[in-house]
């Protein structure tokens, strides 16, 4: 069973900046990619904010792009956001996906970070 412990949240004007990181409570092989998706008030889906795969290979949801960065260490099974010039459309509970496996995949959740920008 993997555990991802998600850190970095909080209360944060906008315009600032936050570090989300999650790590897993194992060692994960076979990682295919690692992501961060968020639910916002009021939404009951949640949507992908940004993903890496194993490869390096990067994609972010439109409204983060060039104001979010993913980065990983698949060493420690990592992965991290930094996100700059926040918005209050930001504010949602941010959670950390990682997808492994050969084959058949398996995945996990964190149990999310709740992220605040106030206006």
């Known amino acids: 069973q993997v555990q991802l412990v998600e850190s970095g949240g909080g209360l944060v004007q906008a315009g600032g900046s936050l570090r989300l990181s999650c790590a897993a409570s194992?060692?994960?092989?076979?990682?295919?990619?690692m992501g961060w998706y968020r639910q916002a008030p009021g939404k009951q889906q949640r949507e992908l904010v940004a993903?890496?795969?194993?490869?390096?290979?990067?994609n972010y949801a439109d409204s983060v792009k060039g104001r979010f960065t993913i980065s990983s260490d698949n060493a420690k099974s990592t992965v991290y956001l930094q996100m700059n010039s926040l918005k209050p459309e930001d504010t949602a509970v941010y959670y950390c996906?990682?997808?492994w496996g050969m084959g058949a995949l398996s995945d996990a959740w964190g149990q999310g970070t709740q992220v605040t920008v106030s206006s």
């Open positions: 194992r060692s994960i092989f076979n990682i295919n990619a």
């Open positions: 996906n990682v997808l």
């Open positions: 993903r890496i795969t194993s490869g390096g290979r990067t």
